[in-house]
Nanobody, 120 residues
Framework: QVQLVESGGGLVQPGGSLRLSCAPS????????MGWYRQAPGKQRELVATITSGSVTNYADSVKGRFTISRDNAKNTVYLQMNSLKPEDTAVYYC??????????????WGQGTQVTVSS
């Protein structure tokens, strides 16, 4: 069973930075797209950024120029560098991995979520 383990959330002041990491447990043969989504209280989960195995990236308009997604294919790890954080970035951030190939087949997975709070 694959689990996505997230780390790096926390409390930061407006204008500050945080770096999120997400890595899967288990034996992974290949992962297609990895990404980050977020969900603020009372709102639907929304896309933040995704990155393909070929490093093609996609960002929500609200984070362009402030957030950078990257991945280490050798470690199957995805990162989200968040700079110039704003209070409206406050949310639970979820890691997502699509078309995860293991010896048991192919599936999509979500992490358990990590809280990011931007407040003075």
């Amino acid at each position: 069973q694959v689990q996505l383990v997230e780390s790096g959330g926390g409390l930061v002041q407006p204008g500050g930075s945080l770096r999120l990491s997400c890595a899967p447990s288990g034996i992974i043969l290949r992962i297609n797209t990895m990404g980050w989504y977020r969900q603020a209280p009372g709102k639907q989960r929304e896309l933040v950024a995704t990155i393909t195995s070929g490093s093609v990236t996609n960002y929500a308009d609200s984070v362009k120029g402030r957030f950078t997604i990257s991945r280490d294919n050798a470690k199957n790890t995805v990162y989200l560098q968040m700079n110039s954080l704003k209070p409206e970035d406050t949310a639970v951030y979820y890691c997502n991995a699509q078309n995860v190939q293991t010896w048991d087949g192919r599936n999509d997975y979500w992490g358990q979520g990590t809280q990011v709070t931007v407040s003075s």
